[in-house]
């Protein structure tokens, strides 16, 4: 069965543009979950997605959101580009319904804001 | 959530075993034990978790001590692909507002040596 999968891997993006970056989650998976990663404030909680609602959501200013399509599929937006935006992403997925933590996890996308 | 507590570092031979110690003294009962790794520049590897019996897969081994307020992830036979930062997050598995949210604290980093 194939993994997470992201895309871009890699972006290099301006101050003041929008980003979208994507997440297929593994076949079957329907909880759909993203991360950022910076080396000041480690992995935090973006928001969470389960059959294209939004169920959770973390601190982060709205210039953040998500969505969720029918086939689990999901993507991020940012808009207004901050340098403080610079970090790994990454989104899992998981199978169950309720709320196991047993995810999964794709290589991310690396986003560079200059 | 309940709060971890896990050394910054530890060091371990290869071909022995590997003990990652984790506190969470303020566990409570519905929450679960879960250990992630993520190796330089991949997104997290879930490992393994429990709610208060010992749990065994491929992979490694969790102890659990009784009053449930440590916990020890044991890989048995480690090799130089094992460094890695190791999470333990404690986290209930039901949903409301905890859907699809991992809670990463700054871990600690394993590092095998020949």
């Known amino acids: 069965k194939a993994g997470v999968t992201q895309t871009p891997r890699y972006l290099i993006k301006t101050r003041g543009q929008q980003v979208t970056l994507s997440c297929s989650p593994i076949s079957g998976h329907r909880s759909v979950s993203w991360y950022q990663q910076t080396p000041g404030q480690g992995l935090q909680f973006l928001f969470e997605y389960f059959s294209e609602t939004q169920r959770n959501k973390g601190n982060f200013p709205g210039r953040f959101s998500g969505r969720q399509f029918s086939n689990s599929r999901s993507e991020m937006n940012v808009s207004t580009l901050e340098l403080g935006d610079s970090a790994l992403y990454l989104c899992a997925s998981s199978f169950s319904q309720g709320g196991t933590y047993e995810q999964y996890f794709g290589p991310g996308t690396r986003l560079t804001v200059t | 959530d309940a709060k971890t507590t896990q050394p910054p570092s530890m060091d371990c031979a290869e071909g022995r075993a590997a003990n990652l110690p984790c506190n969470h003294s303020t566990i409570s009962g519905n929450e679960y034990v879960y250990w992630y790794r993520q190796i330089h520049s991949q997104g997290p590897q879930y490992i393994i978790h429990g709610l208060k019996n010992n749990e065994t897969n491929e992979m490694a081994s969790l102890i659990i001590t009784e009053d449930r307020k440590s916990s020890t992830l044991i890989l048995p036979h480690a090799t130089l692909r094992d460094t890695a930062v190791y999470y333990c997050?404690?986290?209930?598995?039901?949903?409301?507002?905890?859907?699809?949210?991992?809670?990463f604290g700054q871990g600690t980093i394993l590092t095998v040596h020949p």
């Open positions: 997050i404690v986290t209930p598995n039901a949903g409301g507002t905890s859907y699809g949210k991992l809670t």
